[in-house]
């Protein structure tokens, strides 16, 4: 690895700590907007298909709060799931320099995963108890064994028995700490000439 550092300076501090209420919220938020796209576009697929079976009298289909609630927190739930087993990382999480990982720093994986996304969807309201909780662990983390750390770096997969595949630490290749007042030299791009 060059000049190029993967982690912003502004965050190497950050790096690898838990994460705080604030941040895990509004990543939530933006996970959230994403469900109700992915909800949307499910709705708008059963309106074309309704459309193309019945031509001029399509009209679009009503569907009952219960229902749209239903299939918005089972999107919500696949979402979570698929993210947390395959980076660690939701869109939110990935937008807010956040990653889910087990509490010994190893990948999630499928099954930990799902459960998290489960009791994350069913029960919102546990992750508030990583604002009093010494480690910033919520309820879920401590359930299922993970936690919630900022992570700016690549996603990237370590090795465990829970894993699916085989990856490499980019961060632990970052060895170099620039002077924070002093702003880095980017590879070919800084040169005088």
Known sequence: MSDLQVVPAEARRFQG????????????????????VVAGAIYLAWACALFLRHGRSFTFPTVSSPIAITVLLVALA???????????????????????????????????ALVRAIICVALPLLLFWAAISRDRRSVQDLLVGTSVVYDWGPAVRRPSGDAI??????????????????PEPVGGLDREG
Do not use: C, K, M
Not at 167 to 180: C, K, L, M, Q, Y
């Open 17 to 36: 700590r838990p994460a705080g209420i604030v941040t895990r919220v509004v990543a939530n938020a933006i996970d959230l907007a994403t469900a109700v």
């Open 78 to 112: 696949a979402i979570f799931a698929l993210a947390w087993a395959t980076s660690g990382q939701t869109y939110g999480d990935r937008v807010l320099g956040l990653r889910v990982q087990r509490v010994d720093g190893g990948p999630v994986g499928r099954v930990r």
């Open 165 to 182: 595949g085989p990856g490499v630490d980019v961060a632990a290749a970052i060895t170099h700490e620039p002077n924070e007042r002093q």
